[in-house]
T-cell receptor
């Protein structure tokens, strides 16, 4: 079942601006992951944050996790046209082995 | 350098005509997954193999079957495709299946069209 839900569904920004998207989930988790999907392609893993972490960085990506609010955010700084894609959060649960993906946020970066 | 390969990239089939999608991996991962993804929706897990151990999701229709003859290959068989089965089918692998600790590596997907 789908546990994560992303917000907003779609986002359009100018090149160079920052893009922020949020993920909310329902049950306790061990870890939360973010994936990117370019149009018509498979998903690519971006970053994993553990339940005992609050913030993580990878290049131009910054992920936060607030387990008390059951939410996470993904920030892409200084966006580029190549960042145009759909971004999905994926959660496990403390008693399950599998990942549940949200419906994604579609980001369009305008040149 | 391709790690998870899916063939074909596009598949057209007729209503009710069996179709097989294939996936291969060069990562030597223990776990292989099949997801169905419809337009603007989340990938939905159909089933996975942990080595030779097959694990079906409770809501996966009987119409969908899978085979994993060896570590490298996994197949998705749709016995009688309906119009509602038109979707992108994604194959993924992971080293283990400890849920969210494992990164999943995805293939490029096969887009299935049912006429």
């Amino acid at each position: 079942s789908q546990q994560g839900e992303e917000d907003p569904q779609a986002l359009s920004i100018q090149e160079g601006e920052n893009a922020t998207m949020n993920c909310s989930y329902k049950t306790s988790i061990n870890n939360l992951q973010w994936y990117r999907q370019n149009s018509g392609r498979g998903l690519v893993h971006l970053i994993l944050i553990r339940s005992n972490e609050r913030e993580k960085h990878s290049g131009r990506l910054r992920v936060t996790l607030d387990t008390s609010k059951k939410s996470s955010s993904l920030l892409i700084t200084a966006s580029r046209a190549a960042d145009t894609a759909s971004y999905f959060c994926a959660t496990d649960s403390t008693n399950d082995y599998k990942l549940s993906f949200g419906a994604g946020t579609t980001v369009t970066v305008r040149a | 350098d391709a790690m998870v390969i899916q063939n074909p990239r596009y598949q057209v089939t007729q209503f009710g005509k069996p179709v097989t999608l294939s996936c291969s991996q060069t990562l030597n991962h223990n776990v292989m997954y099949w997801y169905q993804q419809k337009s603007s929706q989340a990938p939905k897990l159909l089933f996975h193999y942990y080595d030779k151990d097959f694990n079906n999701e409770a809501d996966t229709p009987d119409n969908f079957q899978s085979r994993r003859p060896n570590t490298s290959f996994c197949f998705l068989d749709i016995r009688s495709p309906g119009l509602g089965d038109a979707a992108m089918y994604l194959c993924a692998t992971s080293r283990g299946r400890t849920g969210g600790q494992e990164t999943q590596y995805f293939g490029p997907g096969t887009r299935l069209l049912v006429l």
